[in-house]
């Protein structure tokens, strides 16, 4: 016969509503370890249509939710370590918009992730906006990383040296979803090259201009 208490789902089978229903659900073993299943039930009716009893179909699903747990804690590990990273990590999508700007970033250019998420990169000044859609294509095209140096902005329109190491990003299918790109402040360094640079010149101009003598 039909067992006591239905639950909601089976009530729905039993007034003709739905006709199966699918669940996951944890169950206990005998011995106490938890086992997860996916369960399929329908209603067996008699020639009247009259319900005689539920029958279910039950596949052991553990390993894939303990493959999914395992999953969830290594994204949550890694959005710790993204989160304190000192160095400036965001994500962008396919069409360029920024979907991740962590505090690290924040800090770098100036802008609030509030501001800029769903948005362009807005550290790119317009006039070189189509060289960087350009590293976005190639990445999106199957090449797989690139490292680059280049200036670009602050918020108060100050600028500053980066040197950026952009990859793909890709979904369960293997599928590039997008980039992300994990990027240093050498603006102190670029100007210390420049000091050198000019100094040596300096130095090379005044040997030139010596004149020896006996």
Known sequence: GLPAGPTGVEQQVLAGEIQTYSMEKRYFRKDGTIIWVYLTGSLVRDEQGVPKYFIAVIEDISERKRAEEALRDANQQLQMLVQSSPLAIYTRDINGLLTSWNPAAEKMYGWKAAEVLGKPLPSVPDAVRTE??????????????????????????????????????????????????????????????????????????????????D
Do not use: N
């Open 132 to 213: 960087s859609d350009g590293l976005r294509m190639r990445l999106l095209a199957g090449e797989a990383f690139i490292k680059h140096e280049v200036r670009r902005r602050r918020r108060d329109g100050s600028p500053i040296d980066i040197d950026a190491f952009i990859a793909p990003l890709r979904d369960a299918s293997g599928k590039v979803s997008g980039i992300i790109a994990v990027v240093a402040d050498i603006t102190e360094r670029k100007q210390a090259e420049a000091e050198r640079h000019k100094l040596s010149s300096a130095i090379e101009q005044t040997a030139d201009s010596v004149i020896i003598t």
